[in-house]
C-alpha cells in the first residue's frame, strides 16, 4: 500500500510539470556614489531561463540646466519582465511620457546565478516639465 502512494504521488507530481516554482532573488542596492539614490529588482530562473521583475530606482539623479536633483521620482519597470541573455545582460528602453521618442535606458548583466546584478541607468536627453534634462550614466550594484 505504501509503494503505491509513493507511486500515485511520483506519477502525480510527472505529469504536472507546470507546478515546478520558479526561483525567485531579490536583490537591491544602490547607485555607486551616490548614497540616497537606491535600485531593486527580483531574478526569476525558471526552465533554465532568466528574466528581471520588479525593477525599482529611486532618487535617481537627473540634470536640467545647472540643477542636479531627483525630478523623477521612482522609476518601475513593470509587466512580463525583461528577458535575460544566455550571456547575462539585459536591457530596456523606457519612453519619456512627454516625448516618446525620448528614451531612459536601463540595463545591466546577473552575475553569480542571480545573486549579484550590475548595470547602468542613463539618457542623453529627456524633457521633463518643459525643461530639457539628461540623465548622466549612473552605475548600479545590487546584491542578495
Known amino acids: 500500500m505504501k509503494k503505491f502512494a509513493l507511486l500515485a504521488i511520483l506519477a502525480v507530481a510527472l505529469a504536472f510539470p507546470?507546478?515546478?516554482?520558479a526561483k525567485k532573488i531579490n536583490v537591491s542596492g544602490g547607485v555607486v556614489?551616490?548614497?540616497?539614490?537606491?535600485?531593486?529588482?527580483?531574478?526569476?530562473?525558471?526552465?533554465?531561463n532568466m528574466k528581471i521583475k520588479k525593477f525599482k530606482a529611486k532618487k535617481i539623479n537627473v540634470r536640467c540646466g545647472k540643477q542636479t536633483g531627483n525630478?523623477?521620482?521612482t522609476i518601475r519597470?513593470?509587466?512580463?519582465?525583461?528577458?535575460?541573455n544566455k550571456n547575462?545582460?539585459?536591457?530596456?528602453?523606457?519612453?519619456?511620457?512627454?516625448?516618446?521618442?525620448?528614451?531612459?535606458?536601463?540595463?545591466?548583466?546577473?552575475?553569480?546565478?542571480?545573486r549579484k546584478v550590475s548595470g547602468n541607468i542613463k539618457t542623453n536627453k529627456i524633457?521633463?516639465?518643459?525643461?530639457?534634462c539628461d540623465v548622466p550614466k549612473q552605475?548600479?550594484?545590487?546584491?542578495?
Open 18 to 21: 507546470a507546478l515546478a516554482l
Open 33 to 48: 556614489g551616490d548614497p540616497d539614490a537606491s535600485v531593486s529588482l527580483t531574478v526569476v530562473k525558471k526552465n533554465g
Open 71 to 73: 525630478f523623477l521620482g
Open 77 to 84: 519597470i513593470t509587466g512580463p519582465g525583461l528577458s535575460v
Open 88 to 114: 547575462g545582460s539585459f536591457k530596456a528602453r523606457l519612453p519619456n511620457v512627454e516625448n516618446q521618442k525620448e528614451t531612459l535606458r536601463v540595463s545591466g548583466v546577473v552575475h553569480n546565478g542571480g
Open 127 to 132: 524633457t521633463l516639465s518643459g525643461h530639457n
Open 139 to 144: 552605475h548600479y550594484e545590487l546584491k542578495k
